[in-house]
C-alpha cells in the first residue's frame, strides 16, 4: 500500500469531503493539523450552533463523543461520524445517566430543575431541563426558574464559578475534568514570578484556587478575543494545549505562555488527542465509527437542547 504524504492526505480528505458533501466541525483542542483543514474550529457553543445549521449529507465531528452526539441529537437525518470512537470525556463518565437517574428519584420531593453542562451523554442530556456550556453556562442558571431549587451536573467547578458569578445557589454534582483539575496555584504562581506583568486567562473547569488568580475565566471561544484585546503582551493561558493553536494564528502579536515547556498551564486531553488526520480520512471514506442512540433517548435530549440555543441566542 502507498504510503501517503500529509499533503497527500489533505488533499484525500478534501475530495472525501467533496464526494460526500460533508462538513468537517472541529473543536479548539483538536490537533493543529485538524483544525487546519476544518471548515469551522470552536467551543462546543459555537459547535452546536453550527451542527445545527449546517445542509451538509454528513457531519465529520473532530472532538470528543458527547460533541459529535450533540451534533446527531439536532440531525437525526444526517450522518455523523467521529475519528475515533473511544474519544469520550472524564466529565460526562463522572456522571452516568442510571446514577442521575437514581439521585432524581430519591429526591424527587426537591422537584429540581436540573441544568447540564454539555460535557455530558445523550440519556444525561434526557433527563435534564436545559443544557448549556461554559460559554452561556452564567446566563442559562440566571434564566432558570426562581421557584425551585438547581442541580447541576456534572462539573462541580464550572458549578461553583457559576455560583459566584450568579449569586444563585445550586447543588452540585461532584464531576470534574481531569486535565483541568491538574494545574495548581502554585504552578501557575511560579510562571507568573518570570513573568510578572503577564495577563492569567482560564477555563471554568479549573479548580478555585486556580480561577481566583486569573484575569480572566472564559470558555475557550472567549479566549481568542480576551488574548486579542488584552493590553498586557504576556497572557499566561490555562487550559488544554490544543488552544495554543488558534491562539497563535488568530493572535499572532502577543506571547502566549503555556508555561517553561508548554506543559504547566497547557495539558494535553487524552480524548482530544485521540483524533489524528489518517483517522478522519478514514472515517470519511469508510463513513465509520457513526454515532447512533435510541430514538426515544434523542428526541428527550433535544427539547433542552434547544431550549439552550434559543436561551443563549
Ligand atoms: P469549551 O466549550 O469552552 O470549548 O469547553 C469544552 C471542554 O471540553 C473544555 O474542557
Ligand atoms: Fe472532557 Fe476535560 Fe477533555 Fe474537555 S478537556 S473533553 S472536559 S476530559
Redesign the pocket.
Known amino acids: 500500500m502507498a504510503i501517503l504524504t500529509s499533503t497527500d492526505l489533505r488533499e484525500e480528505i478534501l475530495a472525501l469531503k467533496k464526494e460526500r458533501n460533508a462538513i468537517i466541525l472541529a ?1 479548539n ?1 483538536q490537533v493543529g493539523p485538524i483544525q487546519d483543514i476544518a471548515d469551522y474550529v470552536g467551543d462546543s457553543l459555537g459547535l452546536a450552533y453550527r451542527a445545527k445549521e449546517t445542509d451538509a449529507d454528513v457531519i465529520a465531528f473532530c ?2 463523543h ?2 459529535a452526539e450533540t451534533a446527531k441529537i439536532v440531525n437525526p437525518e444526517k450522518i455523523v461520524v467521529l475519528p475515533d470512537k473511544d474519544a ?5 463518565q463522572s456522571c452516568p445517566a442510571e446514577e442521575l437517574e437514581a439521585f432524581l428519584r430519591e429526591n424527587a420531593e426537591k422537584n429540581y430543575y436540573v441544568i447540564a453542562y454539555i ?1 455530558c451523554s445523550a440519556g444525561v442530556k434526557a433527563l435534564c431541563d436545559v443544557i448549556c456550556t461554559s460559554g452561556n453556562a452564567v446566563r442559562i442558571v440566571e434564566a432558570a426558574p426562581a421557584d425551585r431549587p438547581i442541580l447541576f451536573v456534572p ?1 462541580q467547578n464550572l458549578g461553583e464559578w457559576v455560583i459566584a458569578q450568579s449569586g444563585r445557589e445550586m447543588d452540585l454534582w461532584q464531576g470534574a ?4 483539575v491538574e494545574f495548581t496555584r502554585e504552578s501557575i504562581a511560579k510562571i507568573r514570578e518570570d513573568h510578572p506583568n503577564a495577563a492569567v486567562v482560564a477555563h471554568p ?1 479549573c479548580t478555585t484556587a486556580v480561577r481566583l488568580l486569573a484575569d480572566e475565566v472564559c470558555s475557550t471561544e472567549k479566549m481568542i478575543s480576551f488574548c486579542r484585546n488584552s493590553p498586557s503582551q504576556d497572557i499566561i493561558v490555562v ?2 494545549s490544543g488552544m495554543l493553536h488558534r491562539l497563535r494564528k488568530e493572535v499572532p502579536g502577543k506571547n502566549l505562555i503555556a508555561g517553561p515547556t508548554d506543559r504547566c498551564a497547557c495539558a494535553d ?4 488527542k485521540m483524533n489524528t488526520l489518517e483517522k478522519l480520512h478514514d472515517c470519511l471514506r469508510d463513513l465509520t465509527p457513526q454515532v447512533t442512540m435510541p430514538e426515544e433517548i434523542r428526541q428527550r435530549a433535544e427539547a433542552p437542547l434547544l431550549r439552550m440555543l434559543e436561551l443563549s441566542k
Open positions: 473543536h483542542y472532538g470528543v458527547f460533541m469520550g470525556c472524564s466529565l460526562e460535557n462539573d475534568c481531569y486535565v483541568h473547569e487550559t488544554e486531553c487524552r480524548y482530544m
